[in-house]
């Protein structure tokens, strides 16, 4: 059984600038989330996606928006970095029942975002 | 904001059981308590939860006080590789509140 992997490992942007970050989810999991985590602190929920929709949304700029693809790997794209986005960005994927219910979340080891 | 309270930090001495508090006095009836740990440089690892009842697993036990009001994660023999930040999480488990609210955590280091 294959985790939750992420690409790029280790990322340097300029601010203005754009990235696009990269998640596939655990086998047999088909929900995503995505999370920041500044140095120091805990992660912070950006969204979640499921059955290619977004399902759920924290405190966070329109600039950054996802997708989940029909395989339920996604990506989180954030467009005018600045410098504060500069952070270690988690995903996390779950499976969801059909009965509505989530099942626990398994994290990916993160993008590390340097924003200059 | 995060529904839980932990102290900053703990030490435990090599092979002596952990024990991990946290308050969540707000707790709703349909909240579950999670526990994650996240180890230096990679991303946050589930732990165990549970609604009313303790739980045990190969890795912890969490014992949830009868006004599920606190709990308390045990470690029973705390190795090393144990040094991590411990989230506490409280959470509805339906799909549409599915997101984790993550608190500082406490930080245990495992001393030799």
């Known amino acids: 059984e294959t985790g939750v992997t992420q690409s790029p490992t280790h990322l340097i942007k300029t601010r203005g600038q754009q990235v696009t970050l990269r998640c596939s989810s655990q086998s047999g999991h088909n929900t995503v989330s995505w999370y920041q985590q500044a140095l120091g602190q805990g992660p912070q929920f950006i969204f979640q996606?499921?059955?290619?929709?977004?399902?759920g949304r924290g405190n966070f700029p329109p600039r950054f928006s996802g997708l989940q693809f029909p395989n339920y790997s996604s990506e989180l794209n954030v467009n005018a970095l600045e410098l504060d986005d500069s952070a270690l960005y988690l995903c996390a994927s779950s499976s969801r029942t059909t009965s509505g219910t989530d099942n626990e979340q398994f994290f990916g080891p993160g993008t590390r975002l340097t924003v200059l | 904001d995060a529904k839980t309270t932990q102290p900053t930090s703990m030490d435990c001495a090599e092979g002596r059981a952990a024990n991990l508090p946290c308050n969540h006095s707000?707790?709703?009836?349909?909240?579950?308590v999670y526990w994650y740990r996240q180890i230096h440089s990679q991303g946050p690892q589930y732990i165990i939860h549970g609604l009313k009842n303790n739980e045990t697993n190969e890795m912890a036990s969490l014992i949830i006080t009868e006004d599920r009001k606190s709990s308390t994660l045990i470690l029973p023999h705390a190795t090393l590789r144990d040094t991590a930040v411990y989230y506490c999480i409280v959470r509805p488990n339906y799909s549409s509140a599915s997101k984790i609210i993550f608190g500082s955590g406490t930080r245990l280091s495992i001393r030799p």
């Open positions: 996606y499921y059955r290619e929709e977004e399902n």
């Open positions: 707000t707790i709703s009836g349909n909240e579950y």
